[in-house]
């Protein structure tokens, strides 16, 4: 083997990242493989938010399991990665004798999978915790709590990266095969955009695209069906009057339709709705779906209003299915003695983001297992820290810290996104990131410029100024994709 890596991991979104982070607890070589220019690009970054407690997932399976550890942990786990969380709870609201039957039957199953604290309450007690809550009675969720999932899947790799793990982005796997060489050694051979990889073991973390991944590693293809949903973003005046999720009652299914979400920055999302789609990375949002979300939407939160949107996107929840029957089935974490060195990881949908942890642990304890059986010893990287540290934003200092932060480095005094308060010291920073990501989608997600009311139309070009000040030629800056360019040359000399 030309260049030795233990683990290549394939795929750069929370579950990826998470992966990478727990194997960076031992002392092995890992290189995740991610076919686009930043972490979160995929689904990672189209979802609500939530740290979901657990109780709509049938006892005993994974989904239950890793919802309700990974929510019982998340204190520490955003206390150790500096990731913007609140624990909120939730309402799961209902008007129906319909919906109060499915209520009380989800509860049983939360109680069931331990979600401690759930309680029905009733219109008086929905109004005292929130006034623009709907709802003529409610499950209350105590445990419930809101995130930011691309700062979470960020602050996992950067922190697997200060830990030793190398990221390579633009880097497409086509092909993996199986060789062995001169002197007996067994690995995979990866082929990708960026060239060829070999790698002892290989984690699958594709998402959307991990049934084909799945098939290179010899596991079937598995069926999935794709549930697409669109959001709402509403700007931070109606953030001011949501201080609670609000969800309507499941349904049959343990699904939910439209609900009202408030974000750990002050915004609130309203969706996502949920319809088949067969289109891939189908992320365009259609009238008669924001229509929709606009009446629903006004039943979990009362003071919905069309001038609150800013900005609207979509996601696909890819769940493993029957073929036959369509039935929705638990997330697949294998490892198998007929695909040596492999872990695979297929239909983690929702709660992905909550389970991302959990699911890490499991499958790098098939690792370690797997090295151990075949009398490998997996040392433990004694220098392992678990804390990644982010510098606090402008926007959240006192004007004490402010004028602090200005003394020492005048570049916090210039705003740079006005809507967000950003700062070009944080701009900055942001592009001297750890991961070296030069995309305005990378510079977005962490700092939050281009996030606000005017979605860029203010501070996009003096963003590209500054990437150009760090040695970024306009022409090469993208905005997210490998071929998202902005600029195609210059107008005047
Ligand atoms: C609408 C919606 C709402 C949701 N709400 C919540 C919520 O509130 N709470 C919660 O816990 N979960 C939620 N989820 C679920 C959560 O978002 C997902 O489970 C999670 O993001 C899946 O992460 P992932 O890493 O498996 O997939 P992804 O984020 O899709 O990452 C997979 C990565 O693999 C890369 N990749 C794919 N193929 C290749 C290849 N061949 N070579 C190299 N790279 C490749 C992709 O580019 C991508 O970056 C929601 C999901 C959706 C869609």
Request: glycine share 10%.
């Amino acid at each position: 083997m030309a260049d030795f890596i233990d683990v290549a991991v394939i795929g750069a979104g929370v579950v990826g990242c998470a992966v990478a982070r727990e194997l960076s607890r031992f002392r092995v070589r890992v290189l995740v493989l991610e076919k686009e220019l930043d972490v979160a690009t995929g689904n990672s970054s189209r979802n609500t938010g939530m740290l979901h407690a657990g109780f709509t997932y049938k006892p005993g399976t994974l989904k239950a399991e890793c919802a309700v550890e990974g929510n019982q942990e998340f204190d520490q786990v955003a206390r150790e990665l500096c990731v913007p969380f609140k624990r909120t709870g939730k309402l799961v609201v209902g008007f129906t004798d319909k919906d109060r039957e499915n209520i009380l039957k989800y509860k049983e199953i939360g109680e069931k999978n331990g979600v401690k604290g759930l309680r029905m309450i009733d219109k008086e007690e929905i109004a005292a915790i929130d006034k623009n809550a709907g709802g003529e009675f409610a499950m209350y969720v105590p445990s419930s709590g809101i995130l930011d999932p691309m700062q979470y899947t960020i602050a996992l790799a950067e922190n697997a990266a200060m830990n030793g793990v190398s990221f390579v982005f633009g880097s497409l796997v086509t092909a993996i095969s199986r060789v062995t060489d001169e002197e007996g050694q067994s690995f995979y051979r990866l082929t990708t955009s960026s060239g060829d990889y070999e790698a002892r073991w290989v984690i699958n973390c594709a998402g959307m695209y991990a049934p084909e991944i799945s098939e290179m590693l010899g596991y079937p293809k598995y069926y999935q069906r794709g549930f697409k949903g669109e959001y709402y973003v509403l700007d931070k005046k109606a953030g001011l009057s949501l201080s609670i999720p609000v969800y309507p009652a499941p349904n049959d299914k343990g699904g939910f339709s439209t609900h009202a979400t408030p974000t750990v920055d002050g915004n609130v999302l309203v969706g996502p709705d949920s319809y088949i789609t067969e289109g891939r990375e189908d992320y365009a949002n259609t009238l008669a779906h924001m229509n929709g979300l606009f009446a629903d939407g006004s039943k979990m939160f009362k003071d919905m209003r069309r001038e609150y949107f800013i900005r609207n996107f979509a996601g696909i929840r890819w769940k493993n299915c029957d073929p036959e029957t369509g039935e929705v089935k638990d997330f697949i974490l294998e490892a198998s003695d007929s695909h040596p060195c492999t872990v695979n990881l297929v239909g983690i949908e929702s709660p992905g983001i909550t389970c991302a942890l959990p699911l890490a642990r499991r499958a790098v304890s098939l690792f370690v297992k797997g090295e151990e059986a075949s009398g490998r010893e997996v040392p433990e990287n004694k220098s392992f820290n678990p804390c990644r540290e982010r510098p606090k934003r402008f926007y959240e200092m006192t004007l004490e810290e402010k004028e602090e932060a200005i003394r020492k480095d005048p570049d916090y005094g210039q705003i740079v996104c006005r809507c967000e308060n950003v700062t070009k010291a944080e701009i900055l920073a942001a592009i001297r990131n750890p991961l070296n990501v030069h995309t305005l989608t990378g510079i977005k997600n962490r700092t939050r410029a281009q996030m606000g009311r005017c979605q860029g139309g203010y501070c996009m070009t003096r963003i590209t100024e500054l990437l150009e000040e760090e040695g970024i030629t306009p022409e090469d800056i993208r905005y997210q994709k490998a071929d998202g360019y902005i600029f195609t040359g210059k107008v005047r000399p």
